[in-house]
């Protein structure tokens, strides 16, 4: 996924964290102090990016609401209609900016908790654009509620007694510890999987265009079309349909 990540260059540090975290992740991340030339023309070149781009991540603070430059990307991305994520850094509201008002945001008073957050939503986000079905990513989805606990955890954390309704500290402690986990196997399993799978798909499609496929090679591609329906079955569907017809043409 193209990612252009959005801040004022008073937070760059922490930018430069987020990009790096993303960039494992395996997203394509514009971040303008690694790209950017000298003499090259900042904002067209930035808008450019913002063109290219699938997501932009603002890091929304005080820094960013005085910034001049982070407003005219917002509002560029918006008038393009970008997905826009902010992940916000302070207490400062999204209700004072005018593109980011009626947007849902990620909270990244603490790191952890925040890059989490914004990495799963990234990869459910390349899942759902790539209408991936696998039980996996299915599961992924599902345990997206549990990222509420996060919030959850971090009011416990700061109760004197260290408990509220849903538990102990400890207890969202051991949570957070198995969402970590399962959002690693994502990332270094699951979507490599479905890449890969995605890859093989166009590659039989491809082949199919061109015409001429022996029977040897239609009944492998049905093989794995039965093999990986899960995957997406709309698609799936249809590239099979394809090739029972071929094959119906050859036995006639």
């Given at each position: 996924?193209?990612?252009?990540?959005?801040?004022?260059?008073?937070d760059?540090?922490?930018?430069?964290?987020?990009?790096?975290?993303?960039?494992?992740?395996?997203h394509?991340?514009?971040?303008?102090?690694?790209?950017?030339?000298?003499?090259?023309?900042?904002?067209?070149?930035i808008?450019?990016?913002i063109?290219?781009?699938?997501?932009?991540?603002v890091?929304w603070?005080?820094?960013?609401l005085n910034?001049?430059?982070?407003y005219?990307?917002?509002?560029?991305a918006s008038k393009l209609?970008?997905?826009?994520?902010?992940?916000?850094?302070?207490?400062?509201?999204?209700?004072?900016?005018?593109?980011?008002?009626?947007?849902?945001?990620?909270p990244?008073?603490?790191?952890?908790?925040?890059?989490?957050?914004?990495?799963?939503?990234l990869?459910?986000l390349m899942?759902?654009?790539?209408?991936?079905?696998?039980?996996?990513?299915d599961?992924?989805?599902?345990?997206i509620?549990?990222?509420g606990?996060?919030l959850?955890?971090?009011?416990t954390?700061?109760?004197?007694?260290?408990q509220?309704?849903?538990g102990?500290?400890?207890?969202?402690?051991?949570?957070?510890?198995?969402?970590?986990?399962?959002?690693?196997?994502?990332?270094?399993?699951?979507?490599?999987?479905?890449?890969?799978?995605m890859?093989?798909?166009e590659?039989?499609?491809?082949?199919?265009?061109?015409?001429?496929?022996?029977?040897?090679?239609?009944?492998?591609?049905?093989?794995?079309?039965d093999?990986?329906y899960?995957?997406?079955?709309?698609m799936?569907?249809k590239?099979?349909?394809?090739?029972?017809?071929?094959?119906?043409?050859l036995?006639?």
């Open positions: 996924m193209k990612i252009l990540i959005s801040h004022s260059w008073q760059k540090s922490l930018a430069t964290r987020i990009f790096e975290d993303l960039k494992k992740d395996g394509e991340i514009w971040f303008d102090i690694m790209q950017l030339l000298p003499g090259d023309p900042i904002q067209s070149k808008d450019q990016h063109t290219n781009s699938d997501v932009i991540v890091l603070s005080k820094n960013a910034s001049h430059g982070v005219a990307e917002i509002e560029t209609k970008k997905r826009i994520i902010p992940v916000q850094l302070d207490e400062t509201t999204l209700s004072q900016n005018f593109y980011l008002n009626d947007l849902l945001g990620i990244m008073q603490e790191y952890e908790v925040g890059s989490l957050l914004l990495r799963r939503a990869t459910i899942a759902s654009e790539m209408g991936i079905k696998t039980n996996l990513v599961q992924a989805i599902g345990n509620t549990d990222l606990g996060f959850n955890y971090i009011n954390y700061r109760l004197q007694n260290n509220n309704d849903d102990y500290k400890e207890d969202w402690i051991q949570r957070i510890t198995d969402l970590f986990q399962k959002n690693d196997q994502i990332r270094t399993t699951t979507m490599p999987q479905a890449q890969n799978t890859k093989e798909m590659s039989i499609m491809a082949k199919l265009e061109h015409g001429n496929a022996s029977m040897h090679e239609l009944n492998s591609w049905l093989a794995w079309c093999r990986n899960d995957f997406h079955p709309s799936v569907q590239m099979k349909n394809f090739i029972l017809k071929d094959i119906q043409k036995k006639s």
